[in-house]
């Protein structure tokens, strides 16, 4: 398993890029993006599930509320490099060999193990983009609950309504426009807008994984 982890996160180190499937079906080149979790002094960049069962885990903030866990894992041959961005404007570009598996933090959920990269220093940052950016934009959604589910403003001209599928165990995001135009159907839920390369993106967390779509 952990072979295939150190395979899985060479490949990732390669391109900055990744395929995006649309929510109409097509492929478009979106940047692929990662939910930031903290724990204590130290921070983490979600890549994806992992269920590697030899690792061992240490609690990050032994003795406190937060029950996240991390095991090492073998350094990447190259360092990644990844853009930061924050709430307030904020980001910072770095680059990082470091590999773990997170488990059981408050910020991606209790009972899950996933694949990360840890962050040099420590930073309230709230998603990383791939390679080395200056010229990214993030804007957080605002998101309410409603007696179906829950509703965010996405853009002036679009919004969504998200409602939980038990057959999926995650949410269900609709994006409409203000005609309600149904302009896509997406599993997880919206996070924020993320405008690179002259294009705006919606990325939603999916089970504390993030994607990114392309909506114009």
Not at 19 to 43: E, Q
Not at 131 to 138: A, C, E, M, V
Not at 173 to 182: C, E, F, I, Q, R
Not at 186 to 193: A, I, K, N
Request: hydrophobic share 45%; proline share 5%; charged share 15%.
């Amino acid at each position: 398993m952990r072979t295939i982890l150190l395979a899985t996160l060479a490949t990732l180190a390669a391109s900055t890029l990744a395929p995006t499937a649309d929510a109409c079906g097509p492929y478009m080149m979106s940047p692929r993006v990662f939910i930031i979790a903290s724990s204590g002094d130290r921070s983490f960049a979600i890549e994806r599930s992992d269920a590697t069962a030899d690792a061992r885990f240490t609690p990050v903030a032994p003795l406190t509320y937060d029950a996240t866990a991390i095991a090492e894992q073998p350094a990447l041959t190259a360092p990644f490099a990844l853009t930061l961005l924050g709430a307030d404007g904020s980001h910072r570009a770095i680059k990082t060999a470091k590999q773990v598996l997170v488990k059981d933090s408050w910020m991606i959920g209790h009972g899950k193990q996933l694949a990360a990269l840890e962050l040099p220093g420590h930073a309230r940052f709230q998603i990383a983009v791939a390679g080395n950016h200056t010229d990214l934009g993030w804007t957080p959604v605002e998101t309410t609950s409603t007696a179906t589910g829950m509703v965010s403003q996405i853009t002036d001209a679009i919004s969504a309504e998200s409602i939980y599928d038990a057959t999926i165990s995650d949410y269900r995001t609709t994006l409409k426009s203000k005609d309600a135009t149904v302009i896509g159907v997406y599993v997880g839920l919206p996070m924020g807008v993320l405008a690179a390369d002259g294009q705006t993106h919606l990325v939603v967390d999916d089970a504390g994984i993030a994607h990114a779509y392309l909506i114009y």
